[in-house]
């Protein structure tokens, strides 16, 4: 079993920055990618980014790309989401996932065995 814990959402300004976090317990040597979803009010869980174990390829959704950074811990328990340039569009519950069958940084949700409960970011003013 794997755990994983959310932080760093909050409220933010447009055109602001969050960094979020995401700490993985357990059977971390289990894990191979890693990935961050959203899913805003009214709309379906939809993929931001992923990046495989040892970091060398990342993944990110047309709409975040150039604004966010996925990266990951040497030690292989954290994941983090930097957020740049935030719109109100970015406003949504953010999750973090990982995989243990999966070796590359893919987007399809039924690829991820283990989520974590997610982290509330707002972008208003």
């Known amino acids: 079993q794997v755990q994983l814990v959310e932080s760093g959402g909050g409220l933010v300004q447009p055109g602001g920055s969050l960094t979020l976090s995401c700490a993985a317990s357990g059977s971390i040597f289990r894990i191979n990618a890693r990935a961050w979803y959203r899913q805003a009010p009214g709309k379906e869980r939809e993929f931001v980014a992923a990046?495989?174990?040892?970091?060398?390829?990342?993944n990110y959704a047309d709409s975040v790309k150039g604004r966010f950074t996925i990266s990951r811990d040497g030690a292989r328990n954290t994941v983090y989401l930097q957020m740049n340039s935030l719109k109100p569009e970015d406003t949504a519950v953010y999750y973090c996932a990982v995989a243990v069958g999966l070796t590359s940084p893919g987007a399809d949700p039924a690829s991820y065995n283990y989520w974590g409960l997610g982290t509330q970011v707002t972008v208003s003013s």
């Open positions: 990046i495989t174990w040892s970091g060398d390829r990342t």
